[in-house]
């Protein structure tokens, strides 16, 4: 019997890359992304949710937009994959890093069950996973569907600039008269969403996502709303695979909006990660296993890109 590794964050970030193909240099997730600048302005109920300074008050933003998966050359029109939208708020001191993605649920509720979902789909001799591995994983733990299912709901992502983007984790937020819920972000276009018919999928180039996000910069238009859904007496804070009761429906509070006025270098965002556990006080970390993960994995993934 083969040995059957440990769900360690080392283990996951070998097992994401396996199902990439192994591209070296890159990032084990969201590989392929632009790095770009804005500024934050908070809203008047901002301090109404958290305390926290980087959402209090206006700052300078450093954010990256990307495409799911460990391919930096996956084709913008793929409609199986996230796009995901990572952003710094506040200033040194007062330093939260946001990483939201274009599906309110994550693939996996514990580290065990994310290695063995990514085992099943890393790719034998031939190339191509062992769909029947796939199944079988699939039918014991379908929870693990919820996040594919809903990407396949919808049609494709049209602009980068044109998504609503999800924090999937329930983080405790504190206000300024110190009392502590759960909240969800949620980054939504102040246009709307931007979508696209198979026919308009069909007649875009492979990288279209990048010339689209720069004429829309220029335009003003790429602009998002940071919101805050408020939890409910009873809502799941530690599995990540299932949304809160009627969260499309829920109370939420708009926190303040970020503008993207520039591309940066990509070194800029490359030369470090966007670490989930940077919350500057008012914002904590959310208890499931999945966030407590994060930070050793991306540390890890970032020495192995180097």
Same mark, same amino acid.
């Given at each position: 019997?083969?040995?059957?590794?440990?769900?360690?964050?080392?283990?996951?970030?070998?097992?994401?890359?396996?199902? +990439?193909?192994?591209?070296?240099?890159?990032?084990?997730?969201?590989?392929?992304?632009?790095?770009?600048?804005?500024?934050?302005?908070?809203?008047?109920?901002?301090?109404?949710?958290?305390?926290?300074?980087?959402?209090?008050?206006?700052?300078?933003?450093?954010?990256?937009?990307?495409?799911?998966?460990?391919?930096?050359?996956?084709?913008?029109?793929?409609?199986?994959?996230?796009?995901?939208?990572?952003?710094?708020?506040?200033?040194?001191?007062?330093?939260?890093?946001?990483?939201?993605?274009?599906?309110?649920?994550?693939?996996?509720?514990?580290?065990?069950?994310?290695?063995?979902?990514?085992?099943?789909?890393?790719?034998?001799?031939?190339?191509?996973?062992?769909?029947?591995?796939?199944?079988?994983?699939? +039918?014991?733990?379908?929870?693990?569907?919820?996040?594919?299912?809903?990407?396949?709901?919808?049609?494709?992502?049209?602009?980068?600039?044109?998504?609503?983007?999800?924090?999937?984790?329930?983080?405790?937020?504190?206000?300024?008269?110190?009392?502590?819920?759960?909240?969800?972000?949620?980054?939504?276009?102040?246009?709307?969403?931007?979508?696209?018919?198979?026919?308009?999928?069909?007649?875009?180039? +492979?990288?279209?996502?990048?010339?689209?996000?720069?004429?829309?910069?220029?335009?003003?238009?790429?602009?998002?709303?940071?919101?805050?859904?408020?939890?409910?007496?009873?809502?799941?804070?530690?599995?990540?695979?299932?949304?809160?009761?009627?969260?499309?429906?829920?109370?939420?509070?708009?926190?303040?909006?970020?503008?993207?006025?520039?591309?940066?270098?990509?070194?800029?965002?490359?030369?470090?990660?966007?670490?989930?556990?940077?919350?500057?006080?008012?914002?904590?970390?959310?208890?499931?296993?999945?966030?407590?993960?994060?930070?050793?994995?991306?540390?890890?993934?970032?020495?192995?890109?180097?």
């Amino acid at each position: 019997m083969p040995e059957i590794p440990a769900a360690t964050p080392a283990a996951i970030v070998d097992a994401l890359k396996a199902v +990439a193909g192994n591209p070296p240099k890159v990032r084990a997730s969201f590989a392929k992304g632009w790095c770009v600048r804005g500024t934050y302005a908070p809203s008047d109920h901002a301090g109404e949710v958290t305390r926290s300074q980087s959402f209090t008050r206006p700052s300078r933003v450093l954010a990256r937009f990307s495409v799911g998966g460990g391919n930096p050359n996956v084709a913008d029109t793929n409609n199986l994959v996230l796009r995901g939208f990572s952003f710094k708020l506040g200033d040194e001191k007062h330093r939260s890093d946001i990483l939201a993605e274009s599906a309110p649920v994550h693939f996996a509720r514990t580290l065990d069950q994310m290695l063995a979902f990514l085992e099943a789909r890393i790719p034998g001799a031939d190339g191509k996973p062992d769909m029947a591995k796939v199944k079988a994983f699939s +039918a014991a733990n379908p929870e693990t569907l919820n996040q594919a299912n809903y990407i396949a709901a919808r049609r494709l992502p049209g602009s980068l600039a044109g998504t609503t983007y999800w924090g999937v984790h329930a983080f405790p937020a504190t206000n300024e008269q110190g009392e502590t819920r759960f909240i969800k972000f949620k980054v939504a276009p102040a246009g709307g969403d931007i979508t696209l018919s198979e026919d308009e999928a069909r007649a875009k180039p +492979a990288d279209f996502l990048r010339d689209d996000l720069g004429t829309r910069i220029a335009a003003g238009d790429a602009r998002f709303n940071v919101m805050a859904l408020l939890d409910r007496p009873g809502d799941p804070t530690e599995d990540v695979t299932i949304r809160w009761p009627e969260e499309d429906h829920r109370e939420e509070v708009r926190l303040g909006t970020i503008v993207i006025t520039g591309f940066e270098p990509n070194e800029a965002c490359d030369a470090s990660i966007f670490n989930p556990a940077n919350l500057a006080d008012g914002i904590g970390h959310p208890p499931d296993e999945i966030f407590a993960a994060r930070r050793p994995a991306y540390t890890i993934s970032l020495a192995k890109r180097r």
